[in-house]
């Protein structure tokens, strides 16, 4: 059995990825330890895994960071700091943490490591050099791979490698992986370099299904999800002033979700669709936002897990942020699997 911990963890992409894979392969993940600070991500999470005998803790900073004075690369692997982390956090044999992007993301001020959330890649490496499990994965924004001339990324990937692992990374795009929508990032995998582990030559298999956005989009929902003819108008925009980008509607391959969907922005950069597309209507008679079910599915995550988070009185506004925030859970099934076709996850390590 794999023992996982999931850091960063979100609404729990990357377990229900591995619990999938439990479900038909011989090679067993077990989630022992969870940390996430947002205490509606908690929620969600805790209303769809079985959360019992879990480790948890909200924030992870106050292990790596008792003494209010963040993880750096000074002090990330203090004996001190190694200590404490070993005494609390259970042992476990596979990291997996899709961390906070926004420091490196196009959309944010891409301040990178040297600011407070980017720095929580210190926080990674300290559970790394403490608990050394066998393996980790890691996920973040594409723009990681060329933020500050490169010098960013190649710090992470040293870094690593300098705790004992061999690594490697790649680009995949979530539409190549079962899921209508275009969503690129950067995955980050090791090992320790003492099992050598063969590394895959090639990405994981990409899904030959033909799947748009038709096959998540359904028929009737709530009028609150149509848009008014006031608000259209903006929608439709393709910019102002000297900004120019074409808006779009009904794309079978939806827009990269964002967190902060939920505001509504013009339709060059998030999902509208209209009763055109959806219905296969002659003539227009509504255009509307995505719900956050398929906001969800878009992630893929199952209407299961939009049932039960709603079940806890997640509300429409959090389930957006956190469908925007989330990994792709095809994607991380799609690289683990792969990774076991290379004889990685093997229990006799």
């Known amino acids: 059995m794999i023992r996982c911990f999931d850091l960063f963890a979100g609404i729990g992409g990357f377990r229900l990825a591995t619990e999938k894979i439990s479900e038909k392969n011989n090679i067993k993940f077990k989630t022992i330890g969870w940390s996430e600070i947002d205490k509606y991500c908690q929620k969600t999470y805790s209303s769809n895994f079985d959360i019992k005998n879990n480790y948890f803790i909200d924030d992870i900073k106050k292990i790596t960071s008792p003494t209010k004075e963040f993880c750096n690369y000074q002090n990330y692997n203090s004996i001190k700091k190694s200590k404490l982390i070993k005494k609390i956090i259970p042992k476990f044999d596979f990291l997996m943490a899709g961390f906070p992007c926004q420091s490196f993301s196009s959309m944010g001020k891409q301040r990178g490591l040297d600011d407070e959330r980017g720095a929580l890649f210190f926080d990674i490496l300290a559970l790394l050099n403490s608990i050394k499990p066998n393996y ?4 973040n924004v594409k723009r990681l791979l060329t933020i500050d001339n490169k010098k960013t990324f190649s ?7 300098k705790e004992g692992y061999d690594v490697n990374w790649w680009v995949l ?3 190549h992986y079962g899921v209508p929508q275009t969503r690129r990032r950067v995955y980050i995998y090791g090992s320790l370099k003492k099992l050598e582990k063969k590394y895959p030559t090639e990405v994981p298999s990409i899904s030959k299904k033909n799947i748009t956005t038709k096959t998540i989009l359904d028929k009737k929902v709530d009028k609150k999800y149509i848009l008014s003819n006031k608000i259209l108008k903006t929608i439709l925009k393709h910019g102002t002033g000297g900004y120019y980008s074409k808006s779009e509607i009904d794309l079978e391959i939806a827009r990269p979700l964002t967190r902060t969907m939920v505001k509504m922005h013009r339709a060059n950069q998030d999902n509208y669709y209209s009763n055109k597309f959806i219905n296969n209507d002659k003539k227009l008679k509504w255009i509307r936002k995505l719900t956050p079910l398929e906001a969800l599915k878009l992630q893929g995550f199952p209407t299961k897990f939009y049932n039960n988070a709603k079940l806890n009185d997640i509300s429409d506004t959090q389930l957006y942020m956190q469908a925007g925030n989330s990994v792709t ?6 690289i683990i699997t792969h990774l076991i076709n290379y004889g990685w996850f093997n229990e006799d390590n």
């Open 136 to 139: 980790f994965l890691l996920e």
């Open 155 to 161: 710090f992470i990937i040293s870094s690593l490698q």
């Open 173 to 175: 795009d979530s539409k």
């Open 329 to 334: 859970t095809n994607v991380v099934k799609a």
